[in-house]
C-alpha cells in the first residue's frame, strides 16, 4: 500500500539537498519548541522508500530545529506491539504512523494520548481545523498523508473513446475489454453501488443492509466474467503493460511510475476515487510525551507536509500543502500538483473509505465475497 513503485527509481539517492531549502518554512509554520528536553524521539512508520521520504521531509528538519535527535523505527501495523508497550508500563515508542481504523480502535482502549488540537494554521492564517481535510483529525490522531485507489485506462487500446467516469468501468457496450480488479469487497462494492446511482454520500448506509448488499454484487455480475482479479500492489501496472486489461483499479500511488516517469500511455481516472489517510499518533504513556507531540504539531504543518509530496505521490492531509507541491525530486519536468490525490480537481469527487463501517462488517463481507468469486 505504502511503497510506491518508485522504489526502483529512487534507488540510494540522497533527497536531503531537495528538501533542505523547506526547512525555514517548516520551522515557521510549526509551534514546536526552540530547545526541547529529552534524548531522543522514537518514530515508528511503515519502513521501505515511505518511511525514508519521512526522514527525510519530517524528522531531520525537526532534529535541526528543535535539536532532539530523532530515531526512525519501522513496524507491520496493527496495535499488538502499542498494546503491550503501553500494558506492560514500558512505552519507548513516541510517535506511531497509524491507520484510522487502528487509530480509532486504540483511542477507546486507552492506548494512546489524546491530542490538543494546538495545530499550526495554514500559511494564509486559515485555521487547522478548516485546511485539514474532513475526518483527518481525530481524537488521539491528526492525518499526515493520503493515499487513494483510482482507475488507471489503456489509452492506447481504450481509442477515440476514452473512458473519463467511474461509470466507464461497468460499461461494457461502450468500453469493450477486460477490467482489473483488486480481489477484495473493499472499493468494489462502493464502486458498483455508485455506478448503480447510489450517491456517494449514502454509500455505507446502503451498503449496511443485506439489499445493498445483494445490489452492489448484482452490480458486479454484469462485468464479472470480464474481471482479472490481482491482489498485489504491482500488478495493475503488469497488467496494463502485457495488455491484459483495457482498465484496472490501482492504488494511485503504485501507477505513478508508470504515468508520470516512464510516460506510458496511462490515464488515469480520478472520478469516484477512494481514498484514506495515515495518521499520527502518540502512544499512551510515551516517555516524551511533550516532545512527541511538539513534533507532530511540525510534520502536520504545511510546509513539511508540502515536501513529503516532492519524493512521495501521496496527498497531504492540508488543503494548503497541494499548493506548495512543486516537482517531483528524481523528475523535474513531472509537476506533483496533478498527479496528487488530494489536488482540487482529482479531489471534487471522491469517497472517503469508512475504517468504522468495515472494522464492523468486513468479516462478513470478505466471507461473501469470496463465496461470489468462486459461483
Known sequence: MRES????????????????????GAAGSATAQETVTGESLVVVSWGGIYARSQQEAFLEPFT???????????????LREIRAQVQGGDVYWDVVDITPGDAEAACEEGLLERLPLLLPPAPDGTSAVEDFLPGTLQACAVGSTVWSTVLAVDSDRAGENQPDKLAD???????????????????????ALIADGVPADEVYEVLASNAGVARAFAKLDTIKDQIVWWESG????????????????????RIFNDVAVEKKPYSLIWDHQ????????VPKGAQNKEQAIEFVRFATGTVPLASFTKTMPYGPARRSA????GPYALAEDVEMGPLLPTSEENFAVSLRSSAA???QNGEELVEKFNLWVTR
Open 5 to 24: 513503485a518508485i522504489a526502483a527509481t529512487l534507488r540510494q539517492a540522497s533527497l536531503a539537498a531537495v528538501l533542505g531549502g523547506a526547512l525555514a
Open 64 to 78: 535541526k530545529m528543535s535539536g532532539l535527535e530523532v530515531i526512525s523505527e519501522d513496524y507491520r501495523g496493527g
Open 169 to 191: 468501468l461497468f460499461n461494457l457496450a461502450d468500453f469493450p475489454g477486460r477490467r482489473g480488479l483488486r480481489k477484495t469487497p473493499k472499493v468494489n462494492l462502493e464502486w
Open 234 to 253: 504491482d500488478e495493475p501496472g503488469k497488467l496494463l503493460d502485457r495488455e491484459a486489461v483495457i482498465m484496472t483499479s490501482t492504488y494511485s500511488s
Open 274 to 281: 477512494v481514498w484514506d489517510v495515515d495518521l499520527w499518533a
Open 322 to 325: 497541494n499548493a506548495l507541491a
Open 357 to 359: 463501517f468495515w472494522s
